[in-house]
């Protein structure tokens, strides 16, 4: 059992004495708070602050992280108060502590919301403080290590969530000794007979594999001493959860997984790398393909090392991994070991890039609608199969597999993302849409009047990238729904002879706060949503006594065919975006007369007035607002039109050849054969408004062997 002093001696190798003082006053203090306090298991319940400390003290931690890691469950599971423990110790420790318990506080309907908002905190968490989320996988590390005590569904639900979010957040921290332990204990604990399959036969082949591994080695390691280079090589066993995703995922069998000899060869300096890399491959002769350099170009958690597979003796492959010590110690410990504090400082002065990744991920917080997109989005990025090209500067831009030319300009600036036109790979101009390939330089081409297209979610991948273009897409969607509420409450406010700017700003502040809304775009927003109703609205901001005018007689105002001399319709001009849509029932174009319906969250459905939908709503006056066309109405209108002729061939590509000399497109058609010599032939075509579709109309009734003409509503 590992008690206080284990801990304090495995602190005295690498802080000051009165440091570890601080730590053994931490333990006291969480050892009295946790009185009285058990586990599932039965043992006292400081021995689990206790072990996350010390998993924390092997990553070689800063005092207020082990501090903060014997504490870390007081606010959550004792009386004891964050001030409490800033004045006890410092605000970084009460902080850090906060952080923690902050991330499993609050309640959700849905486990999936649950996850998503548990993921969102862990990631916010991490943005201001990384230390916050290496405390918490530690403390999952030690759950994870005594989840037998668990009912078997409760494990399995742990285990789940532990490979779904913790390890991939730990191989994306470059935490590799944590992650590898993460993964086995959660495939023991997920997949208990496949686990112990998979560990007999590795337990049944290791036997003559440990023969030739040793023969492998002690060749290698002749030949390096025989060039004076004495360093340490060490043979690998792949972890059982590797194997497992490997075959699982590649469709191999057990003896092609395991089959493969790892060895890890240790150096003191990169260039020894590359020596001792010329040394191997003349030694053995490397399998083409095989070989990656993330010395040069380090992984997006700042991985670096040397790979390569070779042909080996007797037949086998042997993977080998050449570093230096300080390059084994980020692949173990990864972003704990850039985490160097000057005296007095709360933030590391390493820049790892895994801590960079880290700080966009405030970025895509506040771009995100919720947390599930947020998730969404993250997970994109925690297993990515990296693809490096380059700027036209040189500079090295890493991105996950498959990712575009516009991934490309997300990556390098955001508004960089939102205004390029188009891109060039290799100084020849190609789609956007291009997938980027290793070792290609990548150009964009950028316009000031640019902005996202929504198609580009069809195939952009990084996380940046979707959560900019869905971002900026809410934002102009947000733009077209104030826009249209203007109008829709200066309609309403001519009815009082009033307007916007007539109207008191102390008077439009007290409506805001009655509504418990931030600013008048809010407002605004909610009334083009048809959340607000503006002829409501109108009365209260235009009459000082509301009791003036009876709801009723707003009503009679607001009502479109109870519609008074002095009130003017609303203005449909065809660009107000998606908070103005056509009824799909009666498909209205310009110079239809029609009227509006405010349906809430979808804004203003527009309809035909001879719709036979009308009826259904004319029990809700209060839904329906008067509206026209403005006279040069913009954009293309979908309508269906029926041609009946005689099954003639050919009378199709006629028909179809006349709409398109039109400018119009055919966005459907169906055909209906009545009997051998008729058929009845039913389009969708998009047109500007009424007098264009009278002139497609015209030109398709003198064609030969059509019938009959007309427009479906």
């Not at 968490?125 to 994870?144: P, S, Y």
């Not at 494990?155 to 470059?174: D, F, K, N, Q, W």
């Not at 947390?371 to 380059?390: A, G, R, T």
């Not at 916007?500 to 775009?521: D, G, V």
Request: aromatic content about 8%.
């Amino acid at each position: 059992m590992f008690l206080i002093s284990d801990l304090c001696s495995l602190l005295d190798t690498y802080i000051e004495a009165d440091q570890v003082k601080e730590v053994y006053r931490a333990y006291v203090f969480s050892a009295e708070a946790h009185e009285g306090q058990k586990r599932l298991s039965g043992e006292p319940y400081i021995y689990h602050p206790l072990a996350v400390a010390r998993i924390l003290a092997e990553m070689r931690m800063d005092t207020n992280s082990i501090i903060a890691a014997l504490l870390h469950d007081v606010i959550e599971d004792t009386p004891t108060a964050k001030d409490q423990l800033a004045n006890e110790f410092n605000q970084e420790v009460a902080d850090l502590v906060d952080g923690v318990s902050k991330l499993t506080q609050v309640k959700f309907e849905s486990k999936a919301e649950a996850q998503a908002e548990n993921f969102r905190k862990m990631m916010l968490a991490m943005a201001q403080d990384i230390r916050v989320i290496l405390i918490k996988l530690a403390d999952r590390l030690h759950n994870m290590r005594t989840l037998g005590v668990m009912r078997a569904d409760k494990r399995r639900r742990i285990s789940h969530e532990t490979l779904e979010i913790y390890v991939p957040i730990a191989h994306r921290l470059g935490m590799n000794t944590l992650r590898l332990e993460l993964e086995d204990l959660g495939f023991k604990s997920l997949y208990p007979l496949r686990y112990r399959i998979l560990d007999n036969a590795v337990k049944k082949a290791r036997g003559h594999r440990k023969e030739v591994l040793e023969k492998i080695r002690n060749t290698i390691k002749e030949r390096l001493h025989h060039e004076n280079i004495d360093v340490p090589v060490y043979g690998r066993e792949k972890h059982l959860y590797s194997i497992y995703e490997k075959m699982r995922s590649k469709h191999l069998t057990f003896a092609e997984v395991f089959d493969v000899y790892a060895f890890r060869i240790i150096v003191d300096r990169p260039d020894t790398c590359y020596r001792v890399l010329g040394m191997v491959h003349n030694l053995y002769k490397p399998v083409p393909g095989k070989f990656k350099d993330y010395i040069a170009i380090p992984k997006t958690n700042g991985y670096q090392s040397i790979h390569t597979v070779l042909f080996g003796p007797y037949g086998v492959h042997i993977e080998v991994q050449i570093r230096t010590e300080d390059m084994d110690k980020v692949a173990n410990v990864g972003v704990a070991a850039h985490w160097l504090y000057k005296s007095g400082e709360s933030q590391a002065t390493g820049h790892s890039p895994a801590q960079k990744w880290v700080r966009t991920l405030l970025e895509m917080q506040q771009n995100a609608g919720n947390s599930q997109e947020f998730l969404e989005n993250v997970k994109i990025d925690l297993f990515p199969d990296e693809v490096y090209v380059f700027t036209p500067q040189g500079d090295i831009m890493t991105l996950p597999r498959g990712s575009t030319i516009v991934d490309f300009a997300y990556a390098v600036h955001s508004d960089l993302g939102n205004s390029c036109v188009a891109g060039k790979i290799d100084r020849r101009l190609a789609p956007l849409r291009t997938e980027l390939l290793n070792g290609q330089t990548v150009e964009i081409i950028s316009a000031p009047g640019a902005r996202p297209n929504p198609l580009w979610l069809d195939f952009v991948v990084s996380a940046k990238a979707r959560s900019n273009i869905r971002s900026f897409l809410k934002q102009l969607k947000r733009e077209e729904a104030v826009e249209l509420g203007r109008r829709m409450l200066e309609k309403a406010l001519v009815s009082y002879s009033s307007s916007l700017e007539t109207i008191p700003q102390i008077r439009i502040q007290t409506m805001l706060e009655k509504y418990k809304l931030k600013s008048l775009n809010d407002l605004l927003e909610q009334i083009s949503l048809g959340n607000r109703v503006a002829m409501l609205v109108a009365r209260q901001l235009a009459e000082e006594d509301g009791s003036r005018s009876t709801l009723r007689n707003v009503l009679d105002r607001y009502t479109p065919w109870r519609r008074r001399g002095d009130e003017k319709p609303l203005a449909i001009r065809g660009t107000e975006g998606t908070v103005v849509t056509y009824a799909k029932c009666c498909k209205p174009i310009p110079g239809d007369p029609i009227l509006g319906f405010i349906s809430a969250g979808r804004g203003i459905v527009i309809h035909v007035q001879g719709c036979k939908n009308i009826k259904d709503y004319k029990n809700r006056p209060d839904k329906w607002v008067d509206v026209l066309w403005e006279p040069d109405v913009e954009g293309v209108f979908p309508v269906d039109v029926r041609v009946d002729t005689a099954n003639r061939k050919g009378v199709l590509a006629t028909i179809a050849a006349v709409i398109a000399e039109h400018s119009a497109n055919i966005e459907n058609v169906t055909i209906e054969e009545r009997d051998g010599r008729y058929s009845s032939m039913n389009f969708t075509i998009s047109v500007k408004g009424r007098k264009h579709l009278a002139d497609i109309i015209r030109n398709v009734r003198v064609i030969d062997n059509v019938l009959k003409i007309n427009r479906n509503k």
